[in-house]
Structure formats: structure tokens, C-alpha cells
């Protein structure tokens, strides 16, 4: 089963570009998430969707947005990047169990010069 | 709001050796607790989770983790490391928030586990 599929896997921005990384779910699962990850910083969440059409501000979503367009793709926009969003961002989603895990994608590191 | 510790930023063990990462969280209520692995260059693995029930919850790759309300950790132990232990682990909480829809899952900073043959 695929799970989650983030894309690209990785890529080099010019800064004052804009860039959407893909995320895409093949579980049915209604909640998704963004996450980035960075050095000594752990996980922190960008932005998250309970279900389809509805989107939420999560820790860090300065500079970025998202949109839940149907239930399996949940991309994340930056609009015109800067240096400080090099990172490694992280999709996730949650299960329909009552446990609270969350499924995470492979990553996709995004370096901004 | 949640918010997850994670006193080690980096451990070494000795191949063989047992092996506690701790953990410690702050909620107002019992939280979903989590602990992931990632290994260089992948993504998130679960390890185990704790919601309810036995506070010992045993987990993959022989690891296991113990709820201690009283303390408010989980902290993870394996009796015996091997090699391939050597990653990032990553505790987590996840809780409901304002208005009581949204689920976040809420990291601590990890910790970097070396393991010497």
C-alpha cells in the first residue's frame, strides 16, 4: 500500500520563488497534516485540515498555506520563500482508529538560496 | 496547550546494553502519548502509543514504554540495544485543543541515540 506520497523528494529554491509540495493519501483518512522539520526543533506543525474544505493554523504558518481541496491531497504553498523555510517538511495524516497515531510521508527536503 | 520534553538531546549506549530515553509531557488531561524512530534520511516510524489501559506498552523492535501519571513521563527502555537502534527518537502528545475538534499531535525536540559496538 503507498500510504502517504510527498513530492518532490527534494529541491532547491531560489529565494522570492513559490513552490507547492504535493501530499497524497491513499487511506481515506480525513485529518492531515504539515509538519517541518529542523535541527535541535523537532516537528513543528505548519498548518492541518480536519476533513475536506476545512484548514487550520497550526505552530509555525507564517509564509505558508494549504488547501484541502477533496479528501487525498493536501498541498502546502510557499508563496515567495525565504532562506529560513530550508527544511525538511513532513505530511501526515491521521487514522480512523481512536488511538490518535499519526502516518507520515517520506519527507521532502526543500532548500532555499 | 500540550507540550512534550525531552531532557537528552543526545545518548550514546554500548552495543548490548540497556537503554531509557525519557520523556516527560504536559496536558491537562490523559494525552495520547507516542513514541516514533526515524532513521537518517526517512521519515517517521511508531514505535508504540499509549491511550488508555496498561501504562507498560510494548512496542516494536522490543521496545517498551511505561506511563507514569503521577510523574507525567513515558519514558522508553529497551533491555538490550543493538547497532541498528542507532536513529532519533521522538516522543509525542497528542490531544484535542479549543473547541474540541482539533486532534494535534504535539513533538518533543528528540533524541540522538548512538550506539557503540
Known amino acids: 500500500t503507498a500510504g502517504i506520497t510527498q513530492a518532490p523528494t527534494s529541491q532547491i529554491l531560489a529565494a522570492g520563488r513559490s513552490m507547492t509540495l504535493r501530499c497524497t493519501q491513499d487511506?481515506?483518512?480525513?485529518?492531515m497534516y504539515w509538519y517541518r522539520q529542523d535541527l535541535g526543533l523537532g516537528l513543528r506543525l505548519i498548518h492541518y485540515?480536519?476533513?475536506?474544505?476545512?484548514?487550520g493554523k497550526g505552530e509555525v504558518p507564517d509564509g505558508y498555506s494549504v488547501s484541502r481541496a477533496n479528501t487525498d491531497d493536501f498541498p502546502l504553498t510557499l508563496a515567495s520563500a525565504v532562506p529560513s523555510q530550508t527544511s525538511v517538511y513532513f505530511c501526515?495524516?491521521?487514522?480512523?482508529?481512536?488511538?490518535?497515531?499519526?502516518?507520515f510521508g517520506e519527507g521532502s527536503r526543500l532548500t532555499v538560496l | 496547550a500540550q507540550s512534550v520534553t525531552q531532557p537528552d538531546i543526545h545518548i550514546t549506549v554500548s552495543e548490548g546494553a540497556s537503554l531509557e530515553l525519557r520523556c516527560n509531557y504536559s496536558y491537562g488531561a490523559t494525552p495520547y502519548l507516542f513514541w516514533y524512530v526515524q532513521s537518517p534520511g526517512q521519515g517517521l516510524q511508531l514505535l508504540l502509543k499509549y491511550f488508555s489501559g496498561d501504562t507498560l506498552v510494548q512496542g516494536i523492535k522490543g521496545f517498551e514504554a511505561e506511563f507514569k501519571r503521577s510523574q507525567s513521563s513515558f519514558n522508553l527502555r529497551k533491555p538490550s540495544v543493538q547497532w541498528s537502534d542507532a536513529a532519533e527518537y521522538f516522543c509525542a502528545v497528542g490531544a484535542v485543543g479549543g473547541g474540541g475538534s482539533n486532534y494535534k499531535l504535539t513533538f518533543g525536540k528528540g533524541t540522538l541515540l548512538t550506539v557503540n559496538p
Open positions: 485540515s480536519n476533513t475536506a474544505g476545512t484548514t
Open positions: 501526515a495524516s491521521r487514522g480512523h482508529s481512536n488511538t490518535g497515531e499519526l502516518f
Open positions: 487511506m481515506r483518512h480525513n485529518a
